[in-house]
């Protein structure tokens, strides 16, 4: 009896791995051919998903049996069963013909349409929930990268709808730094790159809050209401945030779009505007200067089984920092995807919960190239290259006493 129960017990966990296949391919364009950076690739009906990365490529480990949904805006989606996809792939996207051309005309204010989209959002995530997810980060000095860090990271997220809380576990990590990790100051300064932050911002339309709306009055934007519908016939509106060309401060340009229905965000993007660099942001303090010369934002929400959940964000940071006798340019650029999610029993190990602000903090921790697998953002060629070489310089660099 017990070989028995044994022979069952193999074959039904060979069964249940061989359900999951490694799906991979490259999404482009369909008329230029060119990749389609940051789509969304997930399965239907469930949380497991992943992204694009600069050259369009994408891996994800699904049932066979799946439904595979790529989408990103502005292209028609597209729905593949699992069972179709062939090694590397090329999966062409069409746009939408119904681009965001329809200028809306509302009684309500749009800063009052904003506060109530931000509201609504805030007020529908599913929470208490598990985010497991991948987190990578670049970082550059005077155009030579100086670290990098990525890992596969557990986010228990509760709160409020007002407030979101979240423990994080660190479940495997990389981190190769050749500079200082005593970055009070650069947090400080740029508000970015805290892990701890990796989905709070997101939840909290930070970004969003702190530098659109709290103009109030609109003395520095310009607001335009547009409308468009996408594939499956639901409407989506656009609120496109352009500066005032007269006002000279660091303003920003971008887009929240969000279901007028539901009234929850979508995704928010957000970027310095071009024609406002000129006045870069400048702190100064005890002959310590800063000025910020580049800061971008975008976050990407989805509805999964009535979950209502973060998808990816990605932040960017670009500062000078010089006194009078040094200066030097700073860019920290950093992405992280939501591969999949569940409802929290609240049943975690406190004492594994992360507390620091950086994963440089932590010795790095692997049992496989998890940066292979998980659903992460594949590497390209060239941040394979960046990544070695930290690697070794790290590695044969002594360490100072």
């Known amino acids: 009896m017990k070989s028995l129960y044994a022979i069952i017990t193999l074959f039904f966990c060979f069964t249940t791995f061989a359900q999951n296949i490694a799906i991979g391919g490259v999404i482009k364009d369909a008329v230029t051919k060119e990749p389609v950076i940051a789509a969304s690739v997930g399965v239907q009906n469930s949380g497991l998903g992943t992204i694009t990365n600069e050259e369009g490529v994408f891996q994800l480990s699904a049932p066979k049996s799946a439904t595979i949904v790529i989408s990103y805006l ?37 800063p009052k349409i904003m506060e109530e989209i931000i509201i609504a959002s805030k007020a529908r995530f599913n929470k208490p929930i598990v985010l497991h997810t991948y987190y990578r980060e670049f970082v550059k000095v005077d155009g030579k990268h100086k670290k990098f860090s990525d890992g596969v990271l557990d986010y228990h997220a509760s709160g409020g709808s007002k407030k979101t809380k979240s423990d994080l576990i660190v479940k495997q990590n990389r981190a190769f730094s050749l500079t200082s990790t005593n970055e009070e100051d650069d947090d400080q300064i740029t508000g970015t790159l805290n892990v701890q932050k990796g989905i709070s911002n997101s939840y909290s339309f930070e970004f969003l809050e702190s530098n659109i709306l709290k103009d109030k009055n609109l003395i520095n934007y310009e607001l335009t ?21 007269e006002i000279e401060k660091a303003l920003f340009e971008g887009a929240v779009i969000y279901d007028p229905e539901t009234k929850l965000i979508y995704e928010v993007d957000l ?131």
């Open 74 to 110: 502005g292209y028609k989606t597209k729905y593949i069963p699992g069972f179709d996809f062939k090694d590397n792939q090329i999966i062409l996207l069409e746009q939408s013909e119904e681009v965001l051309e329809e200028v809306m005309v509302t009684k309500i204010p749009l």
């Open 225 to 245: 209401l547009k409308s468009r519908k996408n594939v499956e016939g639901r409407e989506l509106h656009a609120i496109i945030i352009e500066p005032r060309k």
């Open 271 to 401: 970027h310095l505007a071009e024609s406002h660099k000129q006045f870069p942001r400048t702190i100064s303090l005890l002959g310590l200067h800063v000025a910020l010369l580049e800061t971008k934002f975008r976050a990407a929400y989805k509805m999964v089984n009535n979950n209502y959940v973060l998808s990816y964000n990605n932040r960017h940071v670009k500062y000078k920092v010089w006194t009078k006798k040094d200066q030097e340019i700073t860019e920290s650029r950093s992405d992280l995807i939501v591969t999949d999610f569940e409802k929290d029993d609240l049943t975690y190990n406190k004492k594994e919960v992360y507390k620091k602000k950086y994963l440089y903090d932590k010795p790095t921790s692997y049992n496989g190239k998890f940066w292979q697998k998980n659903n992460a953002i594949v590497l390209t060629d060239e941040e394979e290259k960046v990544i070695a070489s930290l690697e070794k310089e790290v590695v044969s660099t002594p360490k100072a006493e």
